[in-house]
């Protein structure tokens, strides 16, 4: 239920990255087969999958990601904009996903609730639009976060002086330490858009939220 989910966000995130390069006049994505929806080009066996195991039996959290879409800033057609166009492509899609599951979510129920043989698999189908809801926002969340080499930094580095900008990125070798030290630090705000949103899907699917799926999404941990 929750690595079909996980893994095909994580790959539209990345997937976005390149396509956006590629419309501001860098190929390098594309020349490289990575503008592509295989789950296989964009897994890093490290972060894909060791990482998320590891910080889930040891933390009771998901952390990890995909591998990073190779793109040149050089090529852009104006080298700012390209960057933070690109880098705010993966975010605007995870939260584009977000809204797609909680669409999901109330069709889903939907049919659960007007179709009795196929309440089983409705159940199952809305329980993992709303784990789409929760890495999807979790995904964007996180990548807002200005700490190299995140997408976030991508924007927030133009806020600075040229000086203070490139010492900044210079800090991209420690980026994910310190994302580690903000979560586990700063956990229950970082959290917070995650559980409006996800708490927003559970308002607006009302009692098309079927009582099967909230037992699955308990049982995975997923849900209070």
């Not at 109330?106 to 698999?121: E, K, S, T, Y």
């Not at 900044?168 to 700063?186: A, C, E, K, P, T």
């Not at 949103?197 to 849900?223: K, M, Q, T, V």
Request: aromatic content about 12%; charged content about 10%.
């Amino acid at each position: 239920m929750v690595a079909p989910v996980l893994l095909f966000s994580m790959v539209a995130h990345e997937y976005a990255h390149g396509y956006a390069a590629l419309k501001q006049g860098d190929p390098t994505a594309f020349q490289l087969g990575r503008l592509t929806w295989n789950p296989l080009k964009h897994i890093d066996p490290l972060m894909t999958v060791v990482m998320p195991i590891v910080t889930f039996v040891s933390a009771g959290f998901f952390f990890g990601g995909a591998k990073p879409v190779p793109v040149n800033p050089r090529n852009y057609r104006q080298y700012r904009r390209g960057d933070i166009i690109v880098s705010l492509a993966g975010i605007a899609t995870n939260l584009a996903l977000a809204v797609a599951c909680t669409m999901l979510i109330i069709v889903f129920g939907i049919i659960g609730n007007g179709a009795g043989a196929l309440r089983g698999p409705a159940a199952m189908l809305q329980a993992m639009m709303y784990v789409g809801v929760l890495f999807n926002v979790l995904l964007a969340f996180f990548n807002l976060l200005p700490i190299p080499p995140l997408d976030g930094s991508h924007v927030f580095k133009y806020l600075l002086p040229p000086a203070w900008a490139l010492r900044y990125q210079q800090i991209g070798f420690l980026g994910l330490f310190l994302v580690i030290i903000v979560i586990m630090s700063f956990s229950p705000v970082y959290l917070t858009p995650v559980f409006f949103f996800l708490n927003l899907a559970e308002d607006l699917a009302g009692s098309n939220f079927l009582p099967e799926a909230i037992d699955l999404l308990r049982r995975a941990r997923l849900h209070a």
